[in-house]
């Protein structure tokens, strides 16, 4: 099995050949800030050029007005078309420099935030929806970062075009450069109370949202539920709720920003008049008296955007701390010596089983559960049955080593005799192990490469027959480009059975001698359910007959698929090597077909 | 894609008054602009006449105190209008569901529902306000330019549709690339999520570290990718918005020079000096937002694209036959068909059956086309053809839903209008008859201890049982039952048995099972046979040999 880095395309395959590689570019956050800055002083020169345009303007009109010599109006011209001609150079220029600069910021930050989920997955991302919250990592990243185009760089822009706009007034008319100061003040003032405003409505909005998404998937999901009880309305009446509380929570976050919004333009009102009442008394000429009215109400360009920036900012703000909480937690387990490579310990050692003995487990330090038993031999099926909140859960992640246990042992025998599996490298143990869990991922790149990943030294054969044992060899052989199809985003959809036979196979592929499967049909309706179990647990009872079911309830041969005995022979692996399989489930669908059931009963309260 | 979709106004009504606001306070905003632009001057000349300033300021004052108000409801109004727009539409795509609409499969109906209708909300509250803007104030600018100074507006509106004609050469000659590059963009950009959404897979078989690496690359890719694309976008906004201030220069020259010839006014001069920028920027304005809009664009385009889809296979479909207003005594179905979708195979083939009391029990073999023959009844599928009535029906499906709330809540789900008889005495009587009433008794709170999503801290059978319980107490005159005794131990199934028996005595009660003991005491057996393959002879029995208390073997 190979390990070298050209073996390792796994799913970057869809991006393949857009650009040549070229050298990176890692730039550190200080050299971002500097560039960010850098882009905002260059949106200040633009937005001041804006300001001077329609500033000048005035000037020119009303040094026109007096009908001097028209050569004598040559440097109002030149100074309106310059101002005309900076103002989109200077902004093109921002927004190149400031958009480079965030992306790279991005970049950097993802990568960051990538490794630093790694040892938090998957035991510390929550115990179900575990992509809904890594899709929110994604989003709030990507908040937290265009905060410095969508804030830092609008702030800034304002701020030195206001510096200006005092600096030239105050040399001209010291009385007019105090009104812009004042002006910039009232608006530094109205935008922080925007911005708190804005901050303390955002939980309730965010929660709002969550809420309504919550809701329509519930209903979307399960509509078909719903109405076979009579409960349609009630649902219906459930996401009314939910939106009243949308509309609600948008209400309250609006307030700051329309608040900010009308404010500005009375600012710019207030300074205008007084502007216009000293300049009557100055000893400026007309085109200067025209120049310094009209700066006031120029400034406002500057100004307004500011509301925006300020939601921007409270989001990003708010955004950056649910990441930095999220990736601040301690992982879940400690490895003991350093990482080894991931395959090491699969392929070397022969798997006897493994055992937990006395184990007792916890997600948060707290109401630990267990202490549990359970011994799984190699090629056994095992069934870890119970309702929700009893504890599989728990004891699936302290078997996959996704957990660290209180207390207890859990060893693993081999040919060569049995040892601790808590002081191994977690690489090494985990490496045994193949986790199918309830919402199976299916990358955006071939199907091959969607299999490979598991093993990427992995034959076209090897694929092909991961496949067929899983119950995709009918798919695969119905697809016009074969492996080669492009799953995923954009590529062709699966339905839910067949992601679950994805990850199934993926798990065959691997060739690691423990499948754990994680509620894996939980989300499949009750027929496609059962043909999936049957498919991953039928050969075994067809052509190694370990006697009856210990499942007490009588079983049903009708039920599930009867497939004939040629067809089973051919789904078991040639070297006759089939992996043990935990099933961790709340539902009874194919319990006939393991060899035992473990039922975890329910905590007492 | 069009700027506005007319589509969206037809479709979901509760989007028009919204809109209808938006668009009210665009117009006054435009018109409170332009008089400003009057108001303005009239301080500058004032000031520069050394007249009077205060009524000139005055009218200035209060326009600006307007401008303030309107800016302050448009905020105001533009976070209604994106919340009611997504709302409706949601609300519409959720209804039309689940009134039975073709639904798309789960995982698409679901992202429709909440990503890609809140993705509207800022198309609703940002880009249509803008659009509203660019629509009138050109016009009204112009307009009042030709009054002011009509030489001023020709120049306008000789160079204003430059502006569209300019941005659409750009548009054309960049077009084949840029459209490469969204498609490799959005293949960059989705890689993180696609890897990070993966990454308890990629964890699990070792290969999440190596993806740091690679993360970081692709995301440089990324960055410089959509450097490319945005350094054109960036130009073509640079190049439009010095087309519009050079055409703002010809005006302010040819206006200064007519003002030095004495042949205008100053007051005249300053007003088309500062009305001719807006005739251009709001144009300008509306491609940034469109830009930064276009998801939401694209997901009203699919959303009303469904909900159109859906009305029109309501419309001819017509009222459904199984509505719960028409009080039918007996489940009649005559030469029912049903397939998935057109083309496909059928899973019930002309079908006959009536139930006119007691307990009906169906057998058959998984995949038979059982369940699909309870849904049928039960309205949530409607046949591909053939005629089907039934009553009101109360049907346990083999995952009924719980919801996330209390035992009681659970039990009275979906009654609350229709005033059952709810008290706790009643609650209790249901649970006793299923069995459960010891468990739900030993529990810290009893009726109003609370469960999770899909029943969490309750057991597959304790879940089956409870779901028998609400049917025990649901008033409608029909119970369908899929596989009711599935999830329970010999004993409990014997209990449950025993109340079903119990239930057929005052209603018609339909079950699926593959267990002998139901169809030992059913008054009725139906045992469904695979359908024969196309060209395989028509099977021989039907339903017509039905007797009481007698097995029969048809196909569906």
């Known amino acids: 099995m190979t390990t070298s880095p050209t073996a390792a395309p796994d799913v970057r395959v869809g991006v393949e050949g857009l650009t040549k590689p070229q050298p990176l570019r890692p730039g550190s956050a200080s050299d971002h800030r500097g560039r960010i800055a850098l882009a905002g002083m260059l949106g200040g020169v633009a937005t001041a050029s804006g300001v001077a345009l329609t500033a000048t303007s005035g000037w020119l009109i009303a040094r026109a007005a007096e009908r001097p010599i028209?050569?004598?109006?040559?440097?109002?011209?030149?100074?309106?078309?310059?101002?005309?001609?900076?103002?989109?150079?200077?902004?093109?220029?921002?927004?190149?420099?400031?958009?480079?600069?965030?992306?790279?910021?991005?970049?950097?930050?993802?990568?960051?935030?990538?490794?630093?989920?790694?040892?938090?997955?998957?035991?510390?991302?929550?115990?179900r929806r575990r992509a809904d919250v890594l899709t929110a990592v994604v989003h709030d990243l990507t908040d937290e970062v265009e905060a410095q185009v969508r804030v830092t760089v609008p702030v800034v822009s304002s701020a030195v075009a206001g510096a200006i706009a005092i600096g030239f007034t105050t040399v001209i008319a010291p009385p007019v450069g105090l009104v812009v100061a004042l002006v910039c003040a009232s608006v530094v003032l109205v935008s922080a109370v925007a911005h708190r405003m804005e901050t303390s409505s955002l939980g309730a909005l965010v929660a709002a949202r969550a809420e309504v998404v919550r809701v329509s998937e519930l209903v979307t999901s399960q509509a078909d539920e719903l109405r076979a009880i009579g409960a349609w309305a009630t649902a219906a009446r459930w996401l009314d709720d939910a939106h009243?509380?949308?509309?609600?929570?948008?209400?309250?976050?609006?307030?700051?920003?329309?608040?900010?919004?009308?404010?500005?333009?009375?600012?710019?009102?207030?300074?205008?008049?007084?502007?216009?009442?000293?300049?009557?008394?100055?000893?400026?000429?007309?085109?200067?008296?025209?120049?310094?009215?009209?700066?006031?109400?120029?400034?406002?360009?500057?100004?307004?955007?500011?509301?925006?920036?300020?939601?921007?900012?409270?989001?990003?703000?708010?955004?950056?701390?649910?990441?930095?909480?999220?990736?601040?937690?301690?992982?879940?387990?400690?490895?003991?010596?350093?990482?080894?490579?991931?395959?090491?310990?699969?392929?070397?050692?022969?798997?006897?089983?493994?055992?937990?003995?006395?184990?007792?487990?916890?997600?948060?330090?707290?109401n630990a559960l267990g202490p549990f038993d359970l011994g799984v031999g190699a090629g056994e099926a095992v069934a870890v049955l119970g309702p929700n909140g009893s504890g599989k859960s728990t004891l699936l992640a302290v078997l996959a080593r996704h957990l660290d246990p209180l207390s207890g042992r859990y060893d693993v025998h081999t040919a060569a005799g049995s040892h601790d599996v808590l002081t191994e490298p977690l690489a090494e143990a985990r490496a045994r192990i193949a986790v199918v869990d309830d919402e199976p991922h299916v990358f955006a790149t071939s199907l091959r490469n969607n299999l490979t990943l598991a093993r990427p030294g992995a034959t076209d054969e090897d694929v092909l027959q991961a496949l067929d044992r899983a119950g995709l060899g009918r798919l695969v052989a119905g697809l016009p480009d074969g492996l080669d199809t492009i799953l995923g985003a954009g590529g062709r959809?699966?339905?839910?059975?067949?992601?679950?036979?994805?990850?199934?196979?993926?798990?065959?592929?691997?060739?690691?001698?423990?499948?754990?499967?994680?509620?894996?049909?939980?989300?499949?309706?009750?027929?496609?359910?059962?043909?999936?179990?049957?498919?991953?647990?039928?050969?075994?009872?067809?052509?190694?007959?370990?006697?009856?079911?210990?499942?007490?309830?009588?079983?049903?041969?009708?039920?599930?698929?009867?497939?004939?005995?040629?067809?089973?022979?051919?789904?078991?692996?040639?070297?006759?090597?089939?992996?043990?399989?935990v099933l961790v489930t709340h539902r009874p669908d194919g319990l006939d077909l393991v060899d035992r059931v473990f039922t975890v009963t329910h905590p007492h309260r | 894609m069009r700027p506005f979709d007319p589509r969206l106004l037809r479709v979901v009504p509760a989007a028009r008054r919204p809109v209808a606001a938006l668009a009210a306070i665009g117009i006054a905003t435009g018109v409170t602009t332009i008089a400003t632009a009057f108001a303005l001057a009239g301080v500058v000349v004032a000031v520069v006449d050394d007249r009077p300033v205060a009524a000139p300021a005055l009218w200035l004052g209060a326009l600006f105190v307007v401008r303030a108000v309107l800016a302050w409801a448009t905020e105001v109004v533009a976070a209604w209008a994106g919340v009611s727009v997504s709302t409706a539409l949601r609300t519409a795509l959720v209804r039309a569901w689940g009134s039975g609409g073709a639904r798309p499969d789960r995982t698409t109906a679901v992202s429709l529902a909440?990503?890609?209708?809140?993705?509207?909300?800022?198309?609703?509250?940002?880009?249509?306000?803008?659009?509203?803007?660019?629509?009138?104030?050109?016009?009204?600018?112009?307009?009042?330019?030709?009054?002011?100074?009509?030489?001023?507006?020709?120049?306008?509106?000789?160079?204003?549709?430059?502006?569209?004609?300019?941005?659409?050469?750009?548009?054309?000659?960049?077009?084949?690339?840029?459209?490469?590059?969204?498609?490799?963009?959005?293949?960059?950009?989705?890689h993180?999520?696609?890897?990070?959404?993966?990454?308890?897979?990629?964890?699990?078989?070792?290969?999440?570290?190596?993806?740091?690496?690679?993360?970081?690359?692709?995301?440089?890719?990324?960055?410089?990718?959509?450097?490319?694309?945005?350094?054109?976008?960036?130009?073509?906004?640079?190049?439009?918005?010095?087309?519009?201030?050079?055409?703002?220069?010809?005006?302010?020259?040819?206006?200064?020079?007519?003002?030095?010839?004495?042949?205008?006014?100053?007051?005249?001069?300053?007003?088309?000096?500062?009305?001719?920028p807006e005739a251009y920027w709001p144009i300008r304005r509306v491609g940034q937002e469109f830009h930064a809009a276009a998801d939401g664009a694209t997901a009203l385009d699919d959303i009303i694209g469904a909900l159109d889809d859906i009305i029109g296979a309501l419309?001819?479909?017509?009222?459904?036959?199984?509505?719960?207003?028409?009080?039918?005594?007996?489940?009649?179905?005559?030469?029912?068909?049903?397939?998935?979708?057109?083309?496909?195979?059928?899973?019930?083939?002309?079908?006959?059956?009536?139930?006119?009391?007691?307990?009906?029990?169906?057998?058959?073999?998984?995949?038979?086309?059982?369940?699909?023959?309870?849904?049928?009844?039960?309205?949530?599928?409607?046949?591909?053809?053939?005629?089907?009535?039934?009553?009101?029906?109360?049907?346990?499906?083999?995952?009924?839903?719980?919801?996330?709330?209390?035992i009681r809540a659970n039990l009275t789900l979906g009654h609350d209008d229709r005033r059952v008889p709810g008290s706790d005495d009643h609650l209790w009587q249901a649970l006793r008859a299923v069995g459960l009433d010891g468990v739900v008794a030993g529990l810290p709170e009893g009726l109003s201890t609370r469960i999770g999503d899909d029943g969490f801290g309750l057991s597959a059978g304790q879940r089956q049982r409870l779901a028998l319980a609400r049917a025990w107490l649901a008033p409608e005159p029909l119970l369908l039952l899929d596989e009711p005794t599935a999830h329970l131990d010999p004993d409990a199934a014997e209990a449950v048995n025993a109340l079903i028996v119990a239930l057929a005595h005052r209603r018609i009660v339909i079950v699926v099972t593959h267990r002998p003991e139901l169809v030992a005491v059913a008054d009725e057996h139906l045992h469904l046979l695979p359908l024969p393959d196309a060209g395989d002879p028509a099977p021989t029995a039907t339903h017509h040999d039905l007797v009481p208390a007698a097995t029969h073997e048809v196909t569906p």
Do not use: C
């Open chain 1, 70 to 127: 028209i050569l004598t109006l040559m440097t109002a011209i030149v100074a309106v078309r310059t101002f005309g001609i900076a103002r989109p150079v200077f902004r093109y220029w921002e927004r190149l420099v400031s958009h480079d600069a965030s992306l790279a910021s991005l970049a950097a930050r993802r990568s960051a935030a990538y490794e630093a989920l790694i040892p938090l997955t998957p035991a510390r991302l929550g115990r």
């Open chain 1, 493 to 581: 959809g699966l339905s839910g059975g067949e992601r679950a036979r994805l990850a199934i196979a993926r798990a065959h592929l691997s060739g690691r001698p423990l499948m754990v499967l994680d509620e894996p049909v939980a989300h499949l309706d009750p027929p496609t359910a059962r043909s999936v179990l049957a498919d991953l647990l039928a050969p075994r009872r067809d052509t190694d007959d370990r006697g009856a079911s210990t499942y007490p309830h009588d079983s049903d041969a009708g039920q599930g698929t009867a497939p004939g005995a040629g067809e089973d022979t051919a789904r078991v692996a040639p070297d006759g090597r089939r992996p043990a399989v």
């Open chain 2, 114 to 190: 909440t990503a890609g209708a809140s993705a509207v909300e800022p198309y609703a509250a940002r880009y249509l306000p803008t659009l509203v803007t660019a629509a009138v104030v050109p016009v009204l600018a112009v307009a009042t330019l030709a009054v002011v100074d009509w030489p001023s507006a020709l120049i306008v509106v000789a160079t204003v549709p430059l502006l569209p004609l300019f941005a659409a050469l750009i548009g054309h000659a960049t077009a084949d690339s840029t459209q490469r590059r969204w498609a490799a963009l959005a293949s960059l950009s989705g």
């Open chain 1, 244 to 366: 009243d509380g949308v509309a609600r929570a948008t209400r309250a976050a609006v307030r700051g920003r329309a608040l900010a919004a009308g404010t500005y333009l009375l600012v710019v009102a207030a300074a205008t008049i007084a502007t216009a009442a000293i300049a009557t008394g100055l000893e400026v000429s007309n085109p200067v008296k025209a120049l310094l009215v009209l700066t006031p109400v120029a400034l406002a360009d500057a100004i307004t955007p500011l509301a925006d920036a300020m939601r921007a900012r409270a989001q990003a703000r708010a955004a950056a701390a649910r990441t930095a909480k999220l990736l601040a937690q301690d992982p879940a387990v400690r490895d003991v010596r350093g990482s080894l490579p991931a395959d090491a310990g699969a392929g070397s050692e022969q798997f006897r089983g493994v055992r937990l003995t006395d184990v007792a487990a916890a997600w948060d330090g707290s």
């Open chain 2, 192 to 276: 993180f999520l696609d890897v990070v959404r993966g990454l308890p897979t990629l964890v699990n078989y070792g290969r999440a570290g190596r993806q740091v690496e690679v993360v970081r690359e692709v995301s440089e890719r990324h960055r410089r990718a959509t450097m490319e694309t945005l350094r054109i976008a960036f130009l073509s906004s640079a190049a439009l918005e010095l087309l519009a201030t050079i055409s703002v220069a010809i005006v302010a020259v040819t206006v200064g020079l007519r003002l030095s010839y004495g042949s205008m006014a100053l007051g005249p001069a300053l007003v088309a000096i500062l009305l001719a």
């Open chain 2, 315 to 406: 419309e001819r479909a017509g009222a459904p036959a199984a509505g719960a207003d028409a009080p039918f005594a007996r489940v009649d179905l005559r030469d029912v068909t049903y397939s998935y979708a057109a083309g496909l195979a059928p899973v019930v083939r002309d079908l006959d059956l009536v139930v006119g009391s007691g307990l009906y029990v169906i057998t058959g073999t998984s995949g038979v086309g059982k369940t699909t023959l309870l849904d049928l009844v039960a309205g949530l599928k409607v046949p591909t053809s053939g005629a089907l009535t039934a009553p009101p029906s109360h049907y346990v499906t083999q995952r009924p839903f719980l919801a996330a709330g209390s």
